[in-house]
């Protein structure tokens, strides 16, 4: 069956450090999406993109890079965390043309020390 | 850009009684509202939608109603069951885009 899964589910590093998280669909859809999950804040959109080599920033982006180099996967890499960064990040994709409903992953849990 | 309101951040009700979240949205050229059920420790998932041209929508216990001129929907779930109980999230999308604007979430618990 067709997924979305996301890895690591949980990872602690340190401020400072460069952190990459990975997101991998085997739908074949061209839309892929970025949010992490704050209590307060409900999904915030992080970057997003609509299709290899296109990339666009979201509501939340400062501190965030993506790049997509082929359909199925989209990493998430935090340049320098910070601890303001401390979240659950979820990575959803969507059918272009077809439908509107986002698949999501189950979720990464980063806690920056 | 959108900006979705949702509310109550929080509600509990008895098993068997209705469950009524409400969402206001700010841009009216929104034309798709989905409506995203997550549990504990799981990304969201889909469990009903509706686009502008439909006023209500209804799948077994749960449906959902629009109202455009006010710039609000709500989602309502009948006959509680404990495994209603998670998070909910409204969001809205302007037409011809992908992106969708998420509201804060509401947390249903219900009481067995």
């Known amino acids: 069956d067709a997924e979305i899964t996301q890895s690591p589910r949980h990872k602690i590093t340190e401020t400072g450090r460069q952190v990459t998280l990975a997101c991998h669909q085997t739908?074949?859809?061209?839309?892929m999406f970025w949010y992490r999950q704050d209590l307060g804040h409900g999904l915030r959109l992080i970057h997003y993109?609509?299709?290899?080599?296109?990339?666009n920033k979201g509501e939340v982006s400062d501190g965030y890079s993506v790049s997509r180099s082929n359909t199925e996967d989209l990493p998430l890499t935090l340049e320098s965390a910070a601890s303001s960064q401390t979240s659950v990040y979820f990575c959803?994709?969507?059918?272009?043309?077809?439908?509107?409903?986002?698949?999501f992953g189950p979720g990464t849990r980063l806690t920056v020390l | 850009g959108e900006n979705v309101e949702q509310h109550p951040s929080t509600l509990s009700v008895q098993e068997g009684d209705s469950a009524v979240i409400k969402c206001t949205y700010s841009?009216?050229?929104?034309?798709?509202f989905p409506w995203y059920k997550q549990e504990l420790g799981k990304g969201p998932q889909l469990i009903i939608d509706?686009?502008?041209?439909?006023g209500e929508k209804k799948d077994q216990r749960i449906a959902v109603t629009l109202n455009k001129t006010a710039k609000h929907f709500s989602l309502h779930i009948t006959e509680t069951q404990p495994e209603d109980s998670a998070v909910y999230f409204c969001?809205?999308?302007?037409?011809?885009?992908?992106?969708?604007?998420f509201g804060i979430g509401t947390k249903l618990q219900v009481i067995p």
């Open positions: 509706i686009r502008s041209n439909v």
């Open positions: 739908w074949n859809h061209n839309n």
């Open positions: 959803a994709s969507s059918e272009s043309n077809r439908e509107d409903t986002q698949y």
């Open positions: 993109s609509y299709g290899v080599h296109d990339t």
């Open positions: 969001a809205a999308r302007p037409g011809g885009y992908q992106k969708v604007t």
């Open positions: 841009d009216s050229a929104s034309n798709y």
